[in-house]
């Protein structure tokens, strides 16, 4: 008996030196990223995000789906921007990164005390013994300094992943201890977690997994048995509140706070689930050999299920699922069995049959690789129990195992250290992507920037041109360019510039100042009428439902008042030539439809009726004329007169669309006025010509 207890001591010695030992070498392997840069989607969240930058009212987070970004709360995270805002404030009210860091640093060290005493107990249920604290430690340490997670915790907005996995891993934890299981206190963590990421969903499949195997210990020898079917009725009875509660709250974030929410990215769901099973196998591949991690993958979508990539992921996730059948034999190998399923679990927000912007991204392997390592660790684990004997009487299995362990846990960190480095800033991080993702167009246009901020302009025209071939239809990209080829390439062309700007609008709403740049461009050409053109059209498509939409369309609407005022000093110019072609030549109908068009853009409607009553000396039936007569009147609200000069105008051409298009609008028009109809809209702005409307 004493000597047992002298060996429970000495094994918590060993555990408690270990620890402190492993805790040094985190601590190290991430002592150089405190300060490395904001990245990529920081810059519309964090830094671009002025909700941030107050903290008088926290809870406008929890109200206002839309503070979190300024994208128009395509997602519903108020404890990531709550924190945001925490560390903007703690850091003076200025950007400074350290403070961001310190506190996902923090977060993530809780997250690994917690994944001890989760894996701990796990192996407890399954097989008690004297080396599960021991096995636990190493389990925790190999994931804790990782390469992976570097990306997740470099990665600031990405504290969303950090954060919401920690409380999935409370949530768990707390449910193995009688007290907060009884009282369903496990719950909170599942809610703290769909409040900070919508993966955060993922906890109720997971809960019902743990107690299918480690509270009701469903066997796999009679799947279909009676016994099993109680005990599945029992597992589904236990988790239930957990899939009430959560499918309730993540109901309530997407359809209620998140107004753009959606992932349809037009992508075929089958050919992505057939991507991801490769995806997934590069994400395997990066756990035992991570020299491929990067900021920005450039996976394409597969076509054929014949193909070398899609061969090596059915052979890889099906190696994994055969582990995992394998382990379900028996219930000390459980651990393995849960650890595969938690991590494909954890997969299916990105990596199943809902199709995203992204085809992959390292930072999504955080969450599934908590279940990777517990399947991992337990492998060797147990494999080590199973042979005790042996391993206790053989030096090089007693010490080489630990050793050799070790060694690779520190490997890893040391991989972690280097891996800060290249997050350092975006010029690294950008860098170190384009060699590692080189048919990435958002990674060769974020280079060409880089180069073009270095001065190396011909360098930066070489990756542009390349991330066109990838990217052809991006607006940033052709915004980039633009700007590019005005400041750096005197020898463009307007043609090839605006070519540039035309793509940009295209789908501009992603872009807003796209539309702005644009008409301030065409403005600087005198070609007022375009430059106005493109005002109304970014108008129209921008939805202000977020502060950067609202200023763009009212950025927008001041410009447009520019262009109209200088566009009216040319018109009269205009009035006054067409009239000297009218006194030359008055019989040519071209003329007065010019002066008709000139007026009508003007504003001056009663001079555009008397323009084209007076080109009825020219050609007597025009229906030109009669659509110039509608459209005026309809501008005035004079809807019977627009009505009947319409109707003239079909009955000499009813082939003119826009004079069908006038006729309607005045008919709604007069339908508006008298009580019965919605507010009439105009049809016919894409219809105008250069000559006539």
Known sequence: MEMHQQQ??????????????????????????????????????????????????????????????????????????????????????????????????????????????LFRNILNISHRHRWNNLIALFITALYGLH??????????????????????????????????????????????????KQTGIMFPPLLFVYIMLFDEKISLTDPFGAENRKKLGRTILKSLPAFVVGLGI??????????????????????????????????????????????ECDFHLLDSVLSSEAI?????????????????????????????????????????????????????????????????????????????????????LKWGLPIAATAVILAYGYGTYQRNFVWATPATAWEDAVQKSPESGRVLKYWADILAGRKDYDEAAKYYDLALVQWPRNPGLHMSMVNFKMKHRPDATDEEIEEHFKKATDRGQFVPHSYQKYAKWLMDKERYKDAKKITDKGIKKIKPKTDSHKKAVEKLEKLKVKIDKEYGKVMAEDVDSMEQLIVNEPKKLKHYKR????????????????????????????????????????????????????KKGIEINDKIKRLHANLEWAEKGKAEAAGGAKKAEVKIEDLDTEDER
């Open 595 to 646: 002066l008709c068009d000139v007026y009508y853009k003007m504003g001056e409607y009663e001079k555009c009726i008397e323009t084209a009553q007076r080109g009825f000396t020219a050609k007597e039936r025009d229906a030109g004329l009669w659509n110039f007569i509608c459209v005026s009147h309809n501008k005035m609200a004079q809807w019977d007169k627009g009505i009947e000069a319409c």
């Open 147 to 196: 390469t992976t997670n570097a990306e997740t915790i470099n990665y600031i907005i990405a504290r969303s992943d950090s954060f919401s996995t920690l409380w999935m891993v409370v949530g768990i934890l707390m449910y193995q201890y009688k007290f907060t299981r009884k009282f369903h206190l496990y719950l909170i963590p599942m809610i703290i977690g769909l409040f900070t």
């Open 8 to 117: 429970q001591q000495q094994d918590r010695r060993i555990v408690w030196m270990l620890a402190g030992f492993f805790f040094v070498a985190l601590l190290l392997s991430y002592s150089n990223h405190y300060n490395n840069s904001f990245h990529f989607d920081d810059h519309h969240t964090i830094t671009g995000n002025k909700d941030i930058r107050d903290l008088s009212d926290p809870m406008k987070f929890f109200r206002d789906g839309t503070t979190g970004t300024n994208k128009g709360g395509i997602n519903y995270r108020p404890l990531v921007a709550l924190m945001n805002a925490v560390d903007y404030n703690l850091a003076g009210n200025e950007y400074d990164t350290y403070y961001f860091h310190r506190s996902i640093f923090f977060w993530y060290v809780v997250q690994l005390i917690c994944m001890f005493f």
């Open 250 to 295: 993540f109901i309530f974030n997407q359809k209620v706070m998140t107004p753009l929410a959606g992932y349809n990215t037009g992508r075929s769901k089958f050919w992505y689930l057939i991507t991801q099973t490769y995806v997934i196998a590069t994400y395997l591949g990066n756990f035992i050999l991570p020299v491929g991690l990067t900021i």
């Open 312 to 396: 090596i992921g059915f052979v890889v996730n099906g190696a994994m699922i055969a582990l995992a059948l394998w382990a379900f034999r028996r219930f000390e190998t459980y651990p393995i069995t849960y650890g595969i399923i938690w991590m494909y679990l954890a997969f299916v927000p990105t990596s199943s049959i809902i199709p995203r912007f992204q085809i992959a991204n390292h930072h999504r392997m955080f969450f599934p690789f908590v279940g990777l390592v517990l399947a991992v660790g337990w492998v060797i684990g147990w494999w080590a129990i199973r042979n005790e004997k042996k391993v206790e009487k053989t030096p090089l």
